[in-house]
Structure formats: structure tokens, C-alpha cells
């Protein structure tokens, strides 16, 4: 760590010596024109004595090439009065430049004001210390077992940007030889984004996604590459992305990891609590969790100096603790398989089961969902407010919903034409018998 502070110090040391290198230049310039002033002003009017000469001697050799056409009659009078009148004016402008030149060039003599590289110098130190704050903790929180068992060996003394681009080299590498290879894709997926190459990340989890299929993790990764190429902003594609990751893992630490850290800049620092308490809590073993904690803690802090106040259930639990403490709507939902589609199943390819809460007043978004495999099935299932894809449209937050399960043939999150489904109307969130979902008819 100390090391790597030294190299960023150095480096800003560098860039602004060479902010600073062109006023000091001027400096010691003006000191050693203030000792010859003499010579070197003859030398500059020497040198316009011999331009405006030169200009003088073309306007004469113009003017005698016009008059001899004129008298050969190859031209008219109109024409050559023209011609003798934008000479005039040519050898006037070309006396006029040479004076300007004259007054630009001392202009260039002039000491430059202190102000400019200041405030450059300024801008690059304040620049750096937001685009640390900005990214340096977010790949920290992000960072994955997998990709760091994937990457070549750190070579002694060698810096974090070498490191990054020796990554990206070592992944496509491995993608040149395999181009099925899902998990060297990915990783030069993460490559890119750690060098600020979204657009050719996003092109290297499409990848993934080829041959994966969609699954809430990778789509979760495009997210975030999405996100920082359009300026750590979420326009309609990047919601769009994290729709459909949350859709298919309502818990996806990708997703909301990202959703979190675009709060706390935003200052929405018990959402971005309310986001990261749930990866936390999660279990995933491709977390972070003691990152993912300083940064719950930090958000806390800073949510409590704002004069806001924190709900105590979004604490991080404590080692002894078994888990968070569930409050709110329970729905428990028994999902069963038609006898006909279980044969299918049992005899062919895996596939995908999305069970959805989607509210009663017409909206799509679901309120909850879970993802399970139809060889798990029959199962029970729990929707809650911990499976909500957004703290703020849950389970809670209505109070009835309508619950669909859906077999899906690609593999994909929605309802589509030839999926199975099972669906329960108009059911209170408040329902605490078990609700049956047995998965047998066809979408039209």
C-alpha cells in the first residue's frame, strides 16, 4: 500500500513539474533578455527590414507583369486598374501582418501569469483524489476470488497500471486460443473495465453471455461496465440491465453492489446501507464481506453527520448473530411441476424457474422474485422484502399482489410465448396459509 502511495505521489510530482516547466522556462528567459536587450531588438528588426523588402520587391515584380499585359493588350483597362488596386492592397495586408507578427512575438516574451498553471496544477491533485475516491473502493468491493486466481503473476516493482494491461493481454491471450472459453472472457471483461476500456468490456461479457446464457452475475458485470461508460450514470440502458439482473437474482452482488455505490454518491447513504446490508447478508461466497463492511460502516457514518438517522435492523450482523431479523409480508409458496413436464425435464436439458410477486395495480416490475431449477422441484418457496429488487418497491409497500411461476425455455427472466406457467390472482401479502403454484399450462 505504501508502495503504491509513492508511485501515485511521484507521478503527480512529475505531471506537475511539467505544468510548471514552461513558466520557470520563461524566467530564466526574460532574465537573460533583460542582460542583452540591444542585440537581440536589432536582430528582430533586422529581420523585418528584410520581410517587408522582400514584399516590396514581389509588389514591383507583380505590378511590371501587369502593366506589360496591359500593354500587350491581354488585359483591359477595368482589369488592369483592378489588378494595380489589389496589389496596392496585398503589399499593405503583407506590411500589416509583419507587424502583427512583430507584436504577437513580443506578446510570447511576456512572463506567463502565475495564475494558469496553479490552477492547473490545482485541478490535477483535486482530479486524482476524486477519480481515487470514485473507483479505487468500488473495484475493491468488486474484486472476485475468480479473477485474481485467473491473472498472471504481479512481477516485483511493477506498477498498477502495468499490472492491468499485463491482465488484458494475459485474457485475450487465453480468448485467442478458446474463443468458448467463458471464464477467460470474463475476466478480460473485468480486465478492461479495470482500465477504463468499458465499451470492449461489454463486448467481452456479450461473451459470456453467448455461451453461458443469461445469467444475473454476468449481466450484473455489463451493468457496471454500462454504468461508468455513460459517466457513473443510469440512463434507460443501464436500468434496463440491472432490470433484468435483479429479475433473475433479486440478491446479485454485482447489481447491487453498483446500485449501492451509485446512492452513496448521490448521498443517498441509507439506500446505498439498505443495498449493500443485502449482499452482505447474502452469504455469497464470492463476496468481500469485510470491504463490503467498512463501506455499510462508512455510509452509516456519513448518513449520521448529514443529521439523518439509521435503522437499526440494517446494522451488520455480528458473527454471533445467525442472520438478519425478518419483518413484514411472508408469502410461502409450495411450486410444483405438471407429472408431463416433469418427465420433459427429467429426460432433456436443465431449465430455468422464475418465481415472481408482481403488484395488482398494473405494473410489471416484480415486488419480489427468486430463481430455482425445475430438478429442485416440488419446493417451497419464501417471498419477502429481502427479495425485493429495490428497497423502496417491496412486498411491503402493497397490499395485494398477483404470483406467478414460470418454467422458462431459453432461460431468460419474463414471461414469453411457449414458457410454462403457473399464476395465483389478487393474493394478500398478509396470507400466512400456504399457496399452492403447480407450474402446467402453456403461454399462448
Do not use: C
Request: proline share 3%; net charge negative.
Amino acid at each position: 500500500m505504501i508502495e503504491n502511495l509513492i508511485i501515485i505521489v511521484s507521478f503527480l510530482i512529475l505531471i506537475i513539474a511539467v505544468v510548471w516547466l514552461p513558466f520557470i522556462r520563461q524566467i530564466i528567459n526574460h532574465q537573460q533578455q533583460d542582460k542583452k536587450p540591444t542585440a537581440q531588438q536589432t536582430s528582430e528588426d533586422e529581420h523585418i527590414d528584410q520581410r517587408d523588402a522582400a514584399n516590396v520587391r514581389l509588389y514591383h515584380e507583380h505590378k511590371e507583369e501587369i502593366e506589360q499585359d496591359y500593354q500587350q493588350e491581354k488585359i483591359d483597362e477595368e482589369s488592369y486598374r483592378y489588378l494595380l488596386d489589389e496589389l496596392d492592397q496585398s503589399l499593405l495586408q503583407d506590411i500589416e501582418a509583419n507587424k502583427a507578427e512583430d507584436k504577437n512575438l513580443t506578446a510570447k516574451d511576456k512572463s506567463l501569469s502565475v495564475i494558469w498553471p496553479s490552477v492547473i496544477s490545482l485541478f490535477i491533485i483535486v482530479f486524482s483524489f476524486v477519480l481515487y475516491l470514485k473507483t479505487g473502493a468500488y473495484q475493491q468491493l468488486t474484486s472476485t476470488e475468480q479473477a485474481s486466481a485467473q491473472s498472471p503473476a504481479q512481477a516485483p516493482g511493477e506498477t498498477v497500471q502495468q499490472q492491468a494491461i499485463d491482465q488484458v493481454k494475459h485474457f485475450k491471450a487465453l480468448t485467442a486460443q478458446n474463443s468458448e472459453d467463458s471464464e477467460a472472457w470474463y475476466g478480460l471483461g473485468q480486465a478492461l473495465v479495470g482500465v477504463g476500456q468499458f465499451d470492449f468490456a461489454m463486448t467481452a461479457f456479450d461473451q459470456v453471455i453467448r455461451i453461458e446464457g443469461e445469467h444475473a452475475d454476468i449481466i450484473g458485470v455489463k451493468a457496471q461496465a454500462a454504468y461508468y461508460r455513460n459517466g457513473q450514470k443510469i440512463d434507460g440502458a443501464v436500468q434496463a440491465l440491472i432490470d433484468k439482473a435483479l429479475a433473475l437474482d433479486p440478491l446479485d452482488p454485482s447489481t447491487n453492489i453498483l446500485l449501492g455505490m451509485h446512492n452513496y454518491m448521490m448521498q443517498n447513504y441509507q439506500q446505498a446501507v439498505a443495498y449493500w446490508q443485502k449482499v452482505h447478508n447474502s452469504g455469497r461466497s464470492n463476496v468481500n464481506v469485510e470491504a463490503l463492511g467498512s463501506a455499510i460502516n462508512e455510509a452509516k457514518n456519513r448518513l449520521l453527520l448529514s443529521g439523518g438517522q439509521i435503522n437499526s435492523s440494517e446494522f451488520v450482523q455480528d458473527a454471533e448473530n445467525s442472520g438478519p431479523q425478518l419483518s413484514g409480508p411472508q408469502l410461502k409458496l409450495k411450486v410444483t411441476l405438471s407429472e408431463e413436464l416433469l418427465r420433459q425435464v427429467n429426460q432433456g436439458e436443465d431449465k430455468v424457474v422464475f418465481v415472481y410477486a408482481i403488484p395488482t395495480d398494473g405494473r410489471r416490475m416484480p415486488l419480489a422474485a427468486v430463481k430455482i431449477k425445475a430438478s429442485d422441484l416440488p419446493t417451497t418457496v419464501i417471498l419477502n422484502d429481502t427479495s425485493a429488487m429495490m428497497p423502496e418497491a417491496s412486498l411491503s409497500s402493497v397490499k395485494s399482489v398477483n404470483l406467478y411461476a414460470v418454467l422458462s425455455n431459453s432461460g431468460g427472466a419474463g414471461i414469453k410465448k411457449g414458457d410454462f406457467k403457473a399464476q395465483v390472482n389478487d393474493v394478500s401479502v398478509n396470507t400466512i396459509q400456504v399457496i399452492h403454484l403447480a407450474i402446467d399450462s402453456i403461454v399462448p
